[in-house]
């Protein structure tokens, strides 16, 4: 009977677990956008809001703002706008690095054209073992005085795929995997537990 009871706890578990951290993330994500124009709307006297109705409204007119942004940025006096800034951010020098490498990260995850070109599986940290990398760019192989070309493939951390390890590998040190960026992030956040079928490895 209690053999029972905890097989069935543990089931319940796995169907709860994922349902309650999705809500939880769901909310830390309102309460984050939310929070940049909540102060605002909090202390505007304007217009009178119920308290109920601010944190809410604060949400949409967040989401109206970054579409905003968005939209303006994708005709002529947009794109001067934002290489303008982002001529100025260049001239501060600690504050350059952060945000090129937020504005990477952000890329890579929301940007129209993906940085990563591919993923593929290389054998590290040792020969016989293999990891997941993403290739984000191609090198002549003279530069590493060879005739074969090189990628430059990013391997991430589990299961945080924003930090991680750059190495240049020879082309056919490579395997190419035939599945999307999108599946190998959840096979790397799922620390595994998303398969990675033998389907997706081609035979090259």
């Known amino acids: 009977m209690l053999s029972k009871l905890k097989r069935q706890f543990f089931a319940g578990l796995v169907i709860f677990v994922p349902i309650a951290l999705t809500v939880y993330f769901s909310k830390l994500l309102f309460l984050l956008i939310s929070g ?54 260049h001239q501060v020098p600690v504050f350059r690095g952060l945000y090129e490498a937020i504005q990477k990260i952000t890329e890579a995850f929301f940007g129209a054209k993906n940085i990563y070109q591919s993923a593929v599986l290389v054998q590290y940290p040792r020969l016989g073992t293999y990891t997941i990398g993403f290739i984000t760019s191609e090198m002549p192989g003279s530069v590493f005085s060879s005739t074969e070309p090189h990628y430059c493939v990013f391997i991430p951390t589990v299961p945080n795929p924003t930090s991680g390890l750059l190495l240049y590998i020879p082309a056919s040190q490579t395997l190419h995997l035939d599945i999307s960026i999108e599946d190998v992030f959840k096979i790397i956040i799922s620390h595994g537990f998303v398969p990675l079928s033998e389907a997706a490895v081609k035979k090259s």
């Open 36 to 89: 940049y124009l909540h102060p605002i709307l909090v202390n505007q006297s304007l217009v009178a809001l119920p308290p109920a109705a601010i944190r809410p409204l604060s949400f949409v007119l967040t989401i109206v703002l970054i579409w905003a942004l968005g939209a303006l940025a994708s005709n002529f006096v947009g794109q001067w706008l934002v290489n303008w800034i982002n001529k100025a951010v």
